[in-house]
């Protein structure tokens, strides 16, 4: 991998001048995972409906220095599996240089990705595309005022799994959509989170180095859905890692290997990352003790099952 | 800064005429469109199978298998993302072809706006199949009337040759109007009846269609391009619509230039509307599709009795020819437009409200009768066809109101 | 003249081979025009035509548009305490945090939003977030220029 120095000198594929919230997390999840694309790499970029993609193409500004293409919610992968398709039907036409190479990547919010766009994104993953697919994963559909997906966590407020008297927030535990993109047998499939850099930086330069679908899930911090503060954005996301609330993995033809770093191999307690964000304030609260117990089970058990997968036991 | 004109785009075709060579065949409906989908060679096809477009996507898939084809072909998971992907390629700058019908045309109705918005030159088949509920897989044109509002230029085959010619026809008209195409033809009538008609050779369909040279694509090597903005409050996007319409009304005129230049390669003709038996017709029938052969038959039994009928037989739908449709029926004391779809709720069918609006527009005030016939593929029995000629009678002589209010279901009681 | 824009090989070279008189030349075109960054400026008079063709636009030009209004924090750098170590850049949602050989160099304040990532991530204490009317010369706001909010039409 390259250090963060020789990083430094790839020209910014997201530029400034976008409207996304102050200490928003979708924005550093881009920022670096298009470092792991190389600097002298050619990208075409399409991105799903959503936060990211509504701030940064304001018309007439685009804050994406690459080309780039919105086409709706749901078909982000669709879309960037046609670009890709056109490409290998013009080179075989000989309108393309055959020795031109160009990385295709496509981003999508949990919402665009876990849900509206799960089929999609499968159907691209299944059909081999040469494409990279991440998905800005900040727990609820952002952009249109903090529902919840089915990448919510179990016991989240959101403002359609309310936290009343007699709910307390989502009662679902949230998908493991990593896995389900390993299931598709595509050469890699990881997830990582952007308060380790270094990992996700690692993670996209394989994804993007990979002939073939790549998959990159990236813990992306929303301070506004959150209720948490925008400065501690980064800090959130470490800790969601060092409390195994989201475990850092990837799967690699097929073999599952953790990339935990050295900081998080001792999980601390889950209700040290909750209780930074408004939206599981309630879980405090004496009444939903049980629920709070559940939700460290839950996580204990899915690091317990990874481990499991990646032989570590 | 402008949208180019049309006169400038649409430049002769490349085609030596004296190399043209047609052939006749026997095959369907959609085998002629599959056929015309291997001469024109697209560089992207993304599509999903529904009957009764399967055959195409099937025949398409062999021409690829034995390397007939350099189209890099893209087998979806569904109609959305068949046009999603499509969309991708057209924008990447490659020629972007599918298919679709009914149910498919209707998953990917969103897609079917952000195509013509993103004014992509997609050309698209579609099989006309009867919109659920009820279910069914035969043939009207519920599920096109559904696209109809949706920018999408739209032409009307009768049989397989048409359907043949338009594929042609649409790839040209697509690129120089900037807008997306829909030939249509007729769900197991036309798909998949087998009829006679002729192909022309491989290379002059290549030439006719020429290089695609795409605006503004993806995949150029400068100046990245951004595509599918978000047009933010204010008249942006009204102006971006209204670019819109300026270049569907202008697509008329390219049509049509298209069509005669395809016309003078083939020798057969192109009208937005053709015309059957209407010079000296008191009473017309106005129709689409594979039915207008029903009712061409009908006007020349009648006529040898010595009744003055017509029929005009509409091939671009949309954009609508309101000129052409109305100087056709200028005559006629009476007229019933023909729907193979409805429109609920509305004071008569889809192609009667096209035909209203024309025909008020040309001052021409005459009763006008809305039928609804042959949905679900039901038989359009030349007897029905009779009747209607028959109440035409009743309506120009007595005159039951300019247009009564509804619409009448041939056949069904 | 438009430019030969795809990398393009063969049938469609520059000399536009394969066209016939009055058909479309085959090197690519573009709708964008080549002021388009220039024309931003004035949108809101953009008439109908003005807009390239499906309303395309090019890339990267969000840097034209200044989000630094939006601070009411601004990080001060103190590069004599800065490592270089790059965290902040590499951290950053806005891409505020200049950089040239390997280097930081200083802060973009016309896109910095003020989130206080860089000041929290750093760890040699070389970003220090103060409140932005600290950082001016006079205050941004004067409460005397404030206008009256009244009721009404």
């Known amino acids: 991998m390259a250090t963060i120095k020789e990083l430094s000198r790839t020209r910014d594929r997201l530029v400034g001048g976008h409207r996304l919230c102050a200490g928003c997390g979708a924005s550093i999840a881009v920022r670096q995972v298009m470092l792991g694309a190389g600097a002298d790499t050619e990208v075409v970029t399409a991105c799903a409906t959503g936060c990211l993609e509504v701030s940064t193409t304001i018309y007439p500004y685009s804050s994406w220095d690459t080309p780039f293409i919105h086409n709706a919610f749901e078909n982000a992968a669709a879309t960037i599996s046609g670009v890709e398709a056109s490409f290998k039907g013009l080179q075989r036409a000989g309108k393309i240089d055959p020795e031109r190479k160009l990385k295709f990547v496509a981003f999508g919010g949990d919402g665009g990705t876990y849900d509206i766009g799960l089929q999609s994104l499968s159907g691209a993953m299944e059909r081999g595309h040469n494409i990279v697919y991440v998905c800005y994963d900040n727990g609820a559909y952002m952009n249109t005022g903090i529902q919840r997906s089915s990448a919510t966590p179990r016991g989240s407020w959101a403002t359609t799994s309310e936290v009343g008297s007699v709910q307390p927030g989502k009662p679902q535990r949230r998908k493991d959509l990593t896995a389900i993109m390993a299931a598709h047998h595509i050469p890699y499939a990881a997830q990582a989170s952007i308060g380790y850099w270094q990992d996700l930086v690692r993670k996209a330069e394989k994804a993007f180095a990979v002939e073939g679908p790549a998959f990159l899930n990236v813990f992306a911090p929303c301070p506004r859905g959150w209720r948490c503060d925008g400065a501690q954005t980064t800090a959130i996301a470490r800790l969601a890692v060092e409390t195994a609330f989201w475990p850092v993995f990837e799967v690699e033809d097929g073999v599952w290997r953790l990339t935990t770093p050295a900081r998080a191999r001792e999980p601390r307690p889950v209700a040290e990352f909750l209780k930074t964000q408004g939206r599981f304030k309630h879980l405090f609260r004496p009444e939903n003790a049980e629920l709070l117990e559940e939700i460290q089970r839950d996580v204990d058990e899915y690091y317990a099952g990874l481990k499991r997968l990646a032989g570590e036991e | 800064m402008t949208d180019t004109t049309p006169t400038a785009v649409v430049g002769a075709a490349a085609v030596d005429l004296s190399a043209v060579e047609q052939r006749t065949i026997a095959s369907t409906g959609n085998l002629f469109v599959a056929e015309a989908f291997r001469q024109i060679d697209p560089d992207a096809v993304c599509a999903y199978p529904i009957t009764p477009q399967t055959t195409i996507v099937e025949e398409f898939a062999k021409f690829v298998a034995n390397g007939r084809v350099h189209t890099e072909y893209v087998t979806v998971e569904s109609e959305h993302s068949a046009m999603s992907a499509t969309i991708g390629a057209s924008a990447a700058g490659g020629r972007a072809f599918t298919v679709t019908s009914s149910q498919g045309l209707a998953l990917m109705w969103e897609e079917l706006h952000i195509a013509s918005g993103l004014r992509l030159p997609i050309v698209m088949i579609n099989a006309n199949r009867a919109i659920s509920a009820p279910i069914n897989i035969h043939g009207d044109h519920s599920d096109v009337m559904g696209a109809r509002d949706s920018g999408w230029i739209i032409l009307m085959a009768e049989n397989a040759q048409e359907a043949y010619d338009n594929t042609i026809i649409a790839t040209r008209v697509a690129e120089a109007a900037r807008l997306p195409v829909m030939p249509t033809l007729d769900g197991f009538i036309t798909t998949h009846s087998i009829a006679r008609g002729q192909v022309a050779d491989d290379a002059t369909v290549k030439a006719f269609v020429g290089e695609y040279v795409p605006d503004d694509s993806l995949l150029r090597s400068t100046s990245p391009v951004m595509v599918g903005a978000f047009a933010n409050l204010g008249p942006t996007y009204m102006k971006v619509k209204k670019a819109e319409r300026d270049a569907i009304d202008a697509s008329l005129p390219i049509i049509g230039e298209v069509g005669a230049q395809w016309a003078s390669v083939i020798g057969r003709d192109y009208g937005h509307v053709e015309s059957y038996g209407v010079d000296d017709a008191d009473l017309v029938v106005v129709i689409m599709g594979s039915a207008a052969g029903n009712v061409r038959a009908v006007v020349r039994r009648l006529r040898e009795q010595g009744q003055r009928v017509g029929v005009v037989k509409v091939r671009t739908y949309r954009p609508f020819p309101a000129a052409d449709l109305a100087a056709a029926v200028s005559g006629a004391r009476a007229i019933a437009v023909l729907d193979r779809a409805e429109s609920f709720g509305a004071p008569a069918g889809p192609l009667a409200l096209d035909t209203l609006a024309a025909l008020y527009g040309a001052g021409i005030q005459v009763p006008v009768r809305s039928y609804l016939y042959g949905l679900g593929g039901a038989d359009v029995r030349l007897d029905l066809v009779e009747q209607v000629y028959a109440d035409l009678a009743d309506v120009a002589d007595d005159g039951d109101g300019l247009l009564n209010p509804t619409p009448r279901y041939l056949g069904i009681r | ?153």
Request: charge should be negative.
């Open chain 3, 1 to 153: 003249m438009p430019e030969n824009n795809t990398g393009v090989q063969g049938a469609q070279g520059a000399s536009g081979a394969s066209a016939a008189p009055g058909a479309r030349p085959c090197i690519p075109t573009t709708t964008i025009p080549v002021d388009f960054r220039d024309a931003t400026a004035r949108f809101g008079d953009w008439d109908v035509a003005d807009f390239p063709v499906g309303m395309a636009g090019v890339a990267g030009n969000s840097v034209d548009y200044v989000t630094g209004g939006w601070r009411s924090m601004r990080p001060v750098w103190d590069a004599d305490k800065c490592k270089h170590c790059l965290l902040c850049w590499v951290n950053c949602p806005d891409s505020s945090i200049t950089v040239a050989d390997e280097q930081m160099t200083g802060i973009d304040y016309d896109h910095c939003k003020g989130c206080g990532i860089c000041a929290v991530e750093c760890r040699f204490d070389a970003l220090d977030m103060r409140p932005e009317h600290e950082c001016h010369d006079e205050p941004v706001l004067d409460a005397a220029a404030e206008p009256e909010i009244t009721q009404g039409a």
